[in-house]
């Protein structure tokens, strides 16, 4: 998608695919653009004047105008101004995607003359969330047109208007919705093909000319390193497992940042076994892993003044003669004996490998982990928010805060002591599983023991990976990439406080 900032007199309409966006704000009349013909802006004046154009929230008004220099004109409702978000324009834009597919609209002209404080980003990342689409697979109906896309965006700006901040915001939202969709491919593309080593070429594609190094531990070293709790989950499979690190450097006086991911590229459950009915949606586990590996894709491009850290371990969960058993014992790397009471309680054993190996080998000033990692987050908080677990308070509020402009929000769950007990093994140091109730934060309890004193925070996307509803720039039956915007958010966030 190509992006233009420009000022009125700089503007050459006459693009027959064109159309023309003006944001509107509830009842925020009159309605004006500086490039409505007096034709069109008396139509619109009109239907204001009627009340069928209000700019309440969710309101698209789409009309051609076959005799303009633009083929049509969108009036993008925006709500009360005083409700507004940065959100509220991303899924104005995701709605909007509707009737530029319908019109074939392939240039927006969103005029900003009137509304210079809107965050135009926001409007960028829904447009090209909300155009994603996943078809590599399916065969196109035989007479069916081919579908446009919209291919430019220009964002009209006051003569008066120094368009260099907005530039930069705009490149950097791009860039990110364009990584999530990265991430919602890995994660959309089916099990039988995204498996462990195919996410580990996904990783080293992302170093190869980026300067970021790629490293890939197959299961030699992993045994020799003793991360038995990851090989136990990858037994009954006939893919092998990998421990995936991306590590990008910037200097040696800048904080390490570790970012760790679950990829578990398929959860049969393992012995313990899921039922059949959903089980087709457990090729999404491997989401934390997506999300991870696409925020490095924005790391190496942005080139924060951060060392960052990118760990995936990535297994699939199988049943067979050689799967992990419930009742098992595997020694984790950091010397811990796991009782494996269920084995479908699969992702915190590879995390646990992963996270203690990361904090042995790379030391990090924070680590955060993601995953797709109990169906009781899913129960607690639903599809709207993903659970936050932390030991360090100004952590927790940073990635709060990027989920609140990002859009991807976090709701923190506690982690005391009290918790802990409950997954204390009975043969082993721990147990894999608790008790059914408080299921999210006993596996949360449970990745704890694996960080040592490494400020941590795990956020479980159970939830939010894949199946939202209502959101318009996520469509319901794809992955959503959640997290690589909010990571790239915390990211540069932190990196301007230095
Ligand atoms: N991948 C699942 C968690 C999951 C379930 C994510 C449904 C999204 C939707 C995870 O590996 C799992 O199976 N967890 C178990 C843990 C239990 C056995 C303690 C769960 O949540 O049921
Ligand atoms: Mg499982
Ligand atoms: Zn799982």
Not at 180 to 191: E, Q, S
Request: proline share 5%.
């Amino acid at each position: 998608m190509q992006f233009h900032i420009l000022k009125k007199h700089e503007i050459t309409l006459g693009d027959v695919d064109s159309c023309l966006v003006i944001p509107l704000f509830e009842k925020d009349f009159p309605l004006e653009s500086a490039l409505l013909s007096e034709a069109d802006e008396l139509r619109l004046q009109t239907l204001a004047d009627k009340e069928i154009i209000t700019g309440g929230a969710d309101e698209n008004y789409y009309f051609p105008c076959p005799n303009s220099d633009y083929q049509g004109i969108l009036v993008l409702g925006l709500g009360k101004r005083d409700q507004f978000r940065k959100e509220t324009l991303r899924r104005a834009a995701g709605k909007a995607v509707e009737a530029f597919r319908s019109n074939r609209i392939q240039q927006v002209i969103l005029d900003l003359s009137h509304y210079s404080e809107l965050p135009a980003e926001a409007l960028i990342e829904g447009l090209i969330l909300a155009q994603y689409d996943f078809t590599v697979y399916k065969h196109p109906e035989p007479d069916a047109t081919e579908p446009v896309k919209v291919s430019a965006v220009t964002l009209l700006v006051r003569d008066d208007y120094d368009p260099s901040l907005l530039q930069e915001q705009v490149r950097v939202a791009a860039l990110s919705a364009m990584s999530a969709n990265g991430a919602r491919h890995l994660a959309n593309t089916p099990p039988n093909e995204m498996t462990p080593s195919a996410l580990a070429a996904f990783a080293e594609g992302i170093a190869e000319d980026s300067g970021c190094e790629c490293k890939i531990l197959e299961p030699t070293q992993l045994a020799s390193l003793g991360m038995n709790a990851l090989l136990g989950v990858s037994h009954g499979s006939a893919q092998p497992s990998r421990l995936i690190v991306l590590n990008y450097h910037h200097s040696d006086d800048a904080k390490t940042v570790a970012i760790v991911g679950k990829g578990v590229t398929f959860d049969t459950g393992g012995i313990s076994l899921k039922p059949a009915a959903s089980m087709h949606e457990m090729k999404y586990d491997m989401c934390g892993a997506a999300a991870v590996l696409c925020t490095m894709m924005n790391v190496v491009e942005l080139k924060p003044k951060l060392n960052v850290i990118c760990v995936v371990p990535a297994a699939e969960n199988m049943t067979g003669d050689a799967a992990q058993r419930p009742g098992d014992i595997v020694k984790a790397y950091n010397g811990k004996t796991i009782e494996v009471h269920n084995t479908d309680a699969e992702g915190r054993l590879i995390l646990a490998d992963a996270m203690a190996y990361t904090v042995d080998k790379y030391k990090p000033d924070m680590i955060v982990d993601m995953a797709t990692l109990t169906g009781a987050c899913v129960i607690g908080l639903g599809h709207y928010a993903a659970g936050l677990f932390s030991t360090d308070d100004t952590l927790a509020e940073a990635l709060r805060l990027a989920g609140e402009e990002s859009g991807e929000r976090l709701w923190r769950l506690p982690l005391w002591e009290d918790y802990e007990r409950l997954i204390d093994g009975n043969h082993a140091d721990i147990c894999n599983i608790g008790p059914r109730e408080g299921g999210a934060i006993t596996a949360a309890a449970f990745l704890k023991r694996f960080v040592g004193d490494t400020p941590w925070a795990h956020i479980d996307i159970a939830g939010t990976a894949w199946g939202v509803k209502n959101i318009p720039y996520w469509s319901t039956d794809h992955a959503t990439g959640f997290g690589v915007r909010l990571l790239t958010q915390w990211l540069l966030q932190m990196q301007a406080q230095d």
